[in-house]
């Protein structure tokens, strides 16, 4: 794979879950309100500086339900307004209730083009994942983010057994630098031995943090962070720190366990192709292990704009709620602010 030369540091790399952008239950539903908050969470957390200039949208296409384009184009005279650099920032998105359903009927995910369910399947599926990355773009944009879909396929990334064969990342690299926000998201790709999988956004991250170095990965999730057991448990215990070993093998840090066994219990959805949790944890010890810290949070609160906007990169606050997974040579070197 080429390398990568970026002008500049990326300071971020966001995932948006799936869960926490749609209604996983209701097909092809997007939580309006969900992206909208998260949406202006990121608008804040990509300002360095205190801003207090109005958002100007760049969504200039007419919306479902909206009788006029909101847009003034006259608002654009004032450059001043433009001098705010958010390149510095990438993100994928999941699917959600967008693409799973479609994948996990018709088995994308296990491969075999040559049969007409799967091909037909894959059609389906990307008709899916890039409606909804069409809409996140939008989102972003009416925010006055300057967004720019990418869907991996169309870009050339493919897969050998599900794992990242080649991923040309010069179109991500050339955004970034262009000034833009570029926003990947899973997808349906080619694979050199199953024919075809799926390519969850879980991984697409992980490839994007090995190859570009960003400052911190931020996991915008449906609940609060990992727990040791599925959340709706009424004895699950959010797990506020996890340490990665040079082994790639983890243990829980905060807070001190009674149980030794590092496993925890999740379930996944049966219609999720991507591995749900489990793929997320893995993923993310894996990013870790670059001594890159990860903070798995729930969407749309204060705890996850702490989290895009920096602020726990100086210390970890005893109010914050979420999952902090790093390098286990970091672990430590943080601290907890005072009580």
């Not at 879950?17 to 997007?30: D, F, P, R, S, V």
């Not at 390519?199 to 962070?225: C, N, Q, W």
């Not at 109010?319 to 390098?327: Q, Y």
Request: aromatic share 6%; with cysteine.
């Amino acid at each position: 794979m080429a390398e990568v030369n970026l002008n500049q540091t990326i300071r971020c790399i966001v995932k948006l879950g799936g869960a926490a952008i749609t209604c996983k239950n209701e097909l092809e539903k997007i939580n309006e309100e969900n992206l909208e908050t998260v949406s202006s969470h990121l608008r804040e957390a990509m300002i360095l500086e205190s801003c207090s200039k109005k958002v100007i949208g760049m969504d200039w296409s007419k919306r479902a339900g909206v009788s006029d384009v909101s847009a003034s184009l006259s608002d654009f005279g004032d450059q001043g307004q433009f001098n705010v650099d958010f390149s510095r920032f990438i993100v994928v998105h999941g699917a959600g209730s967008f693409g799973h359903f479609q994948a996990s009927k018709s088995g994308v995910h296990k491969g075999g083009l040559n049969q007409p369910l799967v091909k037909a399947g894959f059609v389906a599926t990307r008709i899916s994942v890039t409606t909804l990355n069409l809409e996140i773009v939008r989102a972003l944009a009416r925010e006055g983010i300057p967004s720019i879909g990418m869907s991996p396929y169309a870009c050339g990334w493919s897969t050998f057994e599900r794992n990242v064969a080649s991923a040309d990342l010069s179109g991500v690299t050339k955004a970034v630098d262009s000034g833009f926000v570029p926003v990947l998201h899973g997808d349906a790709v080619l694979d050199h031995s199953l024919g075809c999988t799926i390519l969850s956004g879980d991984v697409i991250i992980r490839h994007l943090a090995e190859h570009m170095k960003p400052e911190y990965v931020v996991f915008l999730t449906d609940v609060l962070g990992v727990y040791d057991r599925p959340p709706t448990d009424p004895n699950a215990v959010l797990l506020r720190e996890i340490a990665v070993d040079e082994d790639g093998g983890w243990s829980v840090v905060k807070p001190k366990l009674e149980s030794t066994n590092k496993q925890v219990e999740i379930t996944v959805a049966a219609h999720d192709t991507t591995g749900g949790m489990v793929t997320k944890i893995s993923e993310a010890a894996m990013i870790a292990k670059l001594g890159i810290d990860v903070y798995i949070v729930k969407a749309a609160t204060t705890h996850s704009l702490r989290a895009l906007s920096g602020e726990l990169r100086r210390h970890i606050p005893d109010d914050w709620l979420g999952t902090i997974i790093r390098f286990s040579k970091e672990v430590g070197q943080v601290n907890s602010s005072p009580s």
